[in-house]
């Protein structure tokens, strides 16, 4: 990794720079868009004449092997391929948690209920914070340590800052927090403050610390660790370089993504092009974004002008990782989208926690925001969009216990109005396990046991 070999080029205006030329923010200094890497020797549209390109096989076959490694680079299912991301000059600024090399689990139930047999769920919520945020940060925040920032930054709806805080904290660096008050869930403001960030709550939403952020950055020496930065999308990248070693580099026909930022979409995307660019792959999945209905910039854009225009919107959702109304990464979710012949769908507060009720009782579960998956993937499937006969792959971002609140409230009956459950209210009803308080005596349990078995 001695010289990385990398350049950023403009996803909007494709102008090409070096890394010592980013600005802060990491818009492009022509026409404000957002970069993404690219490398010299391989990427796509951009290869030098007369370079070879990696060998497909050869990397299938070192990737594989290296998880027998006992060096930590090996290990992290992020940095096991890295010469799919050649963003360092030295090795030894990573900064890893051994992040990556989560399960690609089958959804038993869930592919009985909707008829789809080969529905696997990739599970991030198994990373070291309990997000798939690990995996871009390990990347990123590498970069910062490499570059000798003293302090990195984000502003978040909870999991960034939580993966943000521990890679600084392993690094010996200094990590500031932006959260909109009273918005996040507590499992991750206490990750936060557990790893040591400086966590500040503004009063005001996601979008708003953004802002804020944006400024910060401009004014101090403070490195910015939101997904604009290119090199997290890099990191996020290794998701589908897992999925499809996983299904032994046969490609998925869908992978379903929740939508926030909408920077996670793009790297998958990225990932799936630049393996079927170096014919490690076959062909590209279609990539499909779901939102919360209470939090859909996207789906209206796709709905109303095929994605040319994104009207931010005022945000609100339980499922509060994806409370974000004036998304960032829209631009390349929207490319993705295209390129891949996927869809964007949203789905309503209730059929999100039904869906998230569906996950847990796999013995599996996720955060609400991950939930979104198996919601969409039940629209796409009624609309004729995906077929039985597919192969499906939701990405599960987090960990169930990241937002506890939201799943007792659900299991007691608290979360939903009645105005919200409507047409689901037996299915939710049916999945709910409330739990029950009783006197210290076996025969009020076997009673209990009882009426359980004959439910
Ligand atoms: N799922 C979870 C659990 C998330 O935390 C996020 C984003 C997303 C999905 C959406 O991913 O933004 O790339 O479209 N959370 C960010 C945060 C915004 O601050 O933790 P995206």
Redesign the pocket.
């Known amino acids: 990794m001695e010289n990385s070999g990398h350049q950023l080029r403009c996803t909007g205006c494709s102008r090409v720079t070096e890394q010592r030329e980013l600005k802060a923010d990491f818009r492009c200094t022509e026409c404000g868009d957002l970069y993404e890497v690219v490398y010299s020797s391989w990427s796509s549209g951009f290869a030098a004449a007369g370079t070879k390109r990696p060998n497909a096989s050869a990397l299938r076959w070192l990737w594989k092997e290296r998880c027998s490694s006992n060096e930590e680079a090996d290990q992290s299912g992020v940095w096991r391929f890295r010469e799919m991301l050649n963003i360092l000059r030295d090795e030894k600024n990573i900064v890893s948690l051994r992040e990556g090399n989560t399960p690609l689990y089958l959804l038993r139930r869930a592919a009985k209920s909707t008829g789809i047999p080969k529905l696997y769920a990739k599970h991030q919520g198994l990373n070291p914070t309990g997000?798939f945020?690990d995996t871009g940060m390990t990347a990123a925040l590498s970069v910062a340590h490499e570059l000798g920032y003293e302090w990195v930054a984000c502003a978040?709806?909870?999991?960034?800052?939580a993966a943000m805080a521990a890679y600084a904290a392993r690094a010996g660096m200094r990590s500031l927090v932006l959260i909109p008050e009273g918005k996040i869930a507590w499992g991750k403001l206490s990750q936060a403050m557990d790893y040591g960030a400086l966590t500040i709550q503004l009063k005001t939403d996601f979008d708003g610390c953004v802002r804020v952020l944006a400024e910060v950055v401009g004014r101090a020496p403070v490195y910015l660790l939101n997904?604009v930065n290119p090199y997290r999308l890099e990191g996020q990248k290794t998701q589908a370089f897992e999925i499809a070693e996983a299904l032994e580099w046969e490609v998925p026909d869908h992978v379903i993504i929740?939508?926030?930022?909408?920077?996670?979409?793009s790297a998958l995307g990225k990932a799936f092009l630049e393996m079927k660019h170096l014919g490690m792959t076959a062909k590209l999945p279609k990539i499909s974004v779901i939102q919360a209905e209470g939090a859909n910039p996207l789906y209206r854009a796709m709905q109303e002008g095929n994605g040319e225009a994104l009207h931010p919107v005022e945000a609100n959702t339980r499922a509060s990782?994806?409370r974000?109304g004036n998304p960032a990464s829209w631009k390349k979710a929207v490319r993705v989208i295209q390129q891949t012949g996927g869809w964007c769908e949203q789905a309503s507060e209730a059929e999100i926690a039904l869906a998230k009720a569906e996950i847990g009782a796999e013995g599996i579960g996720c955060?609400p925001?991950?939930a979104v998956t198996l919601a969409g993937l039940k629209k796409l499937a009624r609309q004729g969009k995906i077929q039985p006969h597919e192969t499906v792959v939701l990405l599960l971002?987090?960990h169930t216990l990241k937002d506890p609140d939201y799943t007792i409230a659900y299991h007691r009956g608290d979360l939903l109005r009645t105005d919200e459950v409507g047409v689901l209210q037996a299915e939710i009803t049916a999945t709910r396990r409330n739990a029950v308080e009783l006197r210290a005596s076996a025969d009020e349990v076997l009673r209990e046991l009882e009426k359980a078995e004959n439910k």
């Open positions: 997000s945020k978040s709806t909870g999991n960034t800052s997904s929740p939508g926030g930022n909408l920077a996670n979409s990782a994806i974000i955060e925001a991950s971002t987090g």
